[in-house]
């Protein structure tokens, strides 16, 4: 038998939590990477993979540029223009996929975003509207965008029509209402302050460039830290259950496309300013461009996923293709060829993504681990 006796724990203090043994910060990193890990591999990171991939794409058509044209990737002068030449050609279709993007996530489609332009180009650039100055223009191309998409809403949304065939209907109507108004004529604008946005640069950038920023980064925003943003892609992923969560999806579907008509608005001010004039035939073929972009940076044509940044990247990369064709005297038909082919791609590869083959992999990945 043993002379000593069991000492009992030291009493801890009141009040005073009990401490934990030391951690390694080694094993912490150890245990914290697989999870870093997980994440990267699965749906978080879907958008990061995604947008990696763009930035991907956009290094091989700088490097196709430097292999076809040496002479003028040599010069870093030429270099720093054509890369604001780029983003001055991106900004008025990025602005449009912006609004496209909300639409798309939301479970809709919107065909009608370029005669929107054109309408509300022609609208603003009319002489009684000129006459109210620079302000005038501004609010009614702003006034006259809002009004189309929140009629695109009311068909779609309350009228119960097919987006497609509502938005198709509407692009047609908006046409001919411009072609009305401007008695298919050019209408030049006059207006010193609106024709001197598009040729305004702060700190060496064109300020078309910082309005496509702002509108980039309010869409960010509006997606990623609001419940508006959360409720479009519950919308657009499961209409009927958004509807039993409380959710009001008729509303919602009509500030969706309220949103696109404001969207083009912005645009129709930008392209007047660029063109110094509007007609009726502006923006031609913009819905293609939008909705390519949109699918390129990762939205899903059926709705429920899509980011904003991903768009960016997708206008950013079509306007380096039409920089690429121009600079080697490439016609404009072969640049649409090219075009069509990466939205059937895209497609292709999302249905392989989001399909059962997808489901498959991670089903043997699931077993595996």
Partial sequence: MSDTTPTAAPERAPGRPAQSPPVDPAETAKSDAPGRLSWWRGDGGEGARRNLGLLATLVVLVVIG??????????????????????????????????MTFVIIGGGIDLSVGAIVALAGVWCTTVATQSYGAGGMIFSALTVGLAVGLV??????????????????MMVAARGLAAEISDKQTQVSNNTFINGIAS?????????????????????????????????????GNPEAARLAGINVRRHT?????????????AAIMLTSQATSAQAAMANLYELDAIAAAIIGGTLLSGGRGTIIGSLLGVIIFSTITNLFAINGLSTEAQNMVKGGIIVAAVLVQQVQFGSLSQFLRRNRTIAT
């Fill in 200 to 236: 305004t640069n702060v700190l060496g950038i064109p300020l078309l460039v910082y309005i496509l920023a702002a509108v980039v980064l309010a869409g960010w925003v509006l997606l990623n830290r609001t419940t508006f943003g959360r409720r479009t892609v519950a919308v657009g």
């Fill in 66 to 99: 430097i292999v076809t044209r040496p002479d003028l990737y040599g010069d870093a002068s030429w270099v720093w223009g054509n890369t604001l030449t780029i983003l001055k050609l991106a900004s008025v279709v990025g602005v449009v996929t912006v609004g």
């Fill in 254 to 266: 009509l500030l969706l496309y309220a949103l696109s008509g404001l969207c083009c608005g912005i």
């Fill in 152 to 169: 695109n809403g009311l068909l779609i949304s309350y009228g119960r029509l097919v987006p497609f065939i509502a938005t198709l209907a």
